[in-house]
T-cell receptor
Framework: DTGVSQNPRHKITKRGQNVTFRCDPI?????LYWYRQTLGQGPEFLTY????????KSRLLSDRFSAERPKGSFSTLEIQRTEQGDSAMYLC??????????FGPGTRLTVL | AQSVAQPEDQVNVAEGNPLTVKCTYS??????LFWYVQYPNRGLQFLLK??????LVKGSYGFEAEFNKSQTSFHLKKPSALVSDSALYFC????????????FGKGTTLSVSS
């Protein structure tokens, strides 16, 4: 396993701009998760995919957020019209049939 | 609703001493419990989990955790701390295999002094 990878690792943007993050899960992991982590807090669930189907979304995921996993492999998370409150670490995790989620290194977003 | 509490923001121990990082949880079904560690500017690394069976589970880097159903606790332990164990530790719960999202505690910073 090469592990979960995320790109970019860091993103600085101005308020109002759109940003997109990518997550590549561990090969053959059919389940993929997005979490958001703010300073001093544990990760909070955003959304979950099984293969290409988005099966669950948190109420934290406002209308400005959209996630896709078009072929059941990599996933993207887009934030439109970013706000300063969107500044956080965005974490991706993947899981196969078992119960353990394996996390990527995260993308740190700073909105100026 | 599921929840996890880590009552200590920081735990300080001397190298070579035993360490305990506390975690209590609340779920309506059977709990699946996890510990992860996070180093600065990095993602979470899986340490260990309890699903079923023996209440004492062993994980990576010499860590272990004890599941206590009556006290709804899952404390992380290590017999002899290393300076390199200094990091941020998260306890998480998932409500049995039907669950999807992990619910995390706020984290506990472990500081091991030499």
């Amino acid at each position: 396993d090469t592990g979960v990878s995320q790109n970019p690792r860091h993103k600085i943007t101005k308020r109002g701009q759109n940003v997109t993050f990518r997550c590549d899960p561990i090969s053959e992991h059919n389940r993929l998760y997005w979490y958001r982590q703010t300073l001093g807090q544990g990760p909070e669930f955003l959304t979950y995919f099984q293969n290409e189907a988005q099966l669950e979304k948190s109420r934290l995921l406002s209308d400005r957020f959209s996630a896709e996993r078009p072929k059941g492999s990599f996933s993207t998370l887009e934030i439109q019209r970013t706000e300063q409150g969107d500044s956080a670490m965005y974490l991706c995790a993947s899981r196969r049939g078992g119960d353990t989620q394996y996390f990527g290194p995260g993308t740190r977003l700073t909105v100026l | 609703a599921q929840s996890v509490a880590q009552p200590e923001d920081q735990v300080n121990v001397a190298e070579g001493n035993p360490l305990t990082v506390k975690c209590t949880y609340s779920v309506s079904g059977n709990p699946y419990l996890f510990w992860y560690v996070q180093y600065p500017n990095r993602g979470l690394q899986f340490l260990l989990k309890y699903i079923t069976g023996d209440n004492l589970v062993k994980g990576s880097y010499g860590f272990e955790a004890e599941f206590n159903k009556s006290q709804t606790s899952f404390h992380l332990k290590k017999p002899s701390a290393l300076v390199s164990d200094s990091a941020l530790y998260f306890c998480a719960v998932m409500e049995d295999q039907a669950g999807t999202a992990l619910i995390f505690g706020k984290g506990t910073t472990l500081s091991v002094s030499s």
